[in-house]
C-alpha cells in the first residue's frame, strides 16, 4: 500500500504564503509523477502542479509564477512540497496530493491523499 498524507494548509491573507507538504510512504518502488490538484466549493478538481520522475514541471496558468512544486527523498518516504507565493481568493480550495507509480510488487496504484485545506481571506 501507499499511503499520502498533507500538511501545511490553513487561514492566510491575500498576499500572503503558504507552503504544502505531502508524505509518500509504504510500498514504492517507483513514482512516476507527483502532483498537486485542488477543489474549490461547487467545482470539479482541477490540475494545480505536477512533478514528474524526470523533473519535468507543470503549472496551472492560474498559478504560474507564483507556485512552486519540489520532491525530496528521505530514507523511506518522499515528500512533495508546494510553496504558494501571493495567494488570492480564489486559491481557496482542498488541496489534494496525487502520486503515479509502482508497487514492490509491480503493481500500478494511482493514489490521493486526505486533502488539505487552503482559506485565502481578510
Known amino acids: 500500500q501507499v499511503q499520502l498524507v498533507e500538511s501545511g494548509g490553513g487561514l492566510v491573507q491575500p498576499g500572503g504564503s503558504l507552503t504544502l507538504s505531502c508524505a509518500a510512504s509504504?510500498?514504492?518502488?517507483?513514482?512516476?509523477?507527483m502532483g498537486w490538484y485542488r477543489q474549490a466549493p461547487g467545482k470539479q478538481r482541477e490540475l494545480v502542479a505536477t512533478l514528474t520522475s524526470g523533473g519535468s514541471t507543470d503549472y496551472a496558468d492560474s498559478v504560474k509564477g507564483r507556485f512552486t512544486i519540489s520532491r525530496d527523498n528521505a530514507k523511506n518516504t518522499v515528500y512533495l512540497q508546494m510553496k504558494m507565493n501571493s495567494l488570492k481568493p480564489e486559491d481557496t480550495a482542498v488541496y489534494y496530493c496525487?502520486?503515479?507509480?509502482?508497487?514492490?510488487?509491480?503493481?500500478?496504484?494511482?493514489?490521493w491523499g486526505q486533502g488539505t485545506q487552503v482559506t485565502v481571506s481578510s
Open positions: 496525487n502520486a503515479k507509480g509502482r508497487t514492490v510488487w509491480g503493481i500500478f496504484y494511482n493514489n
Open positions: 509504504g510500498s514504492i518502488f517507483s513514482i512516476n509523477a
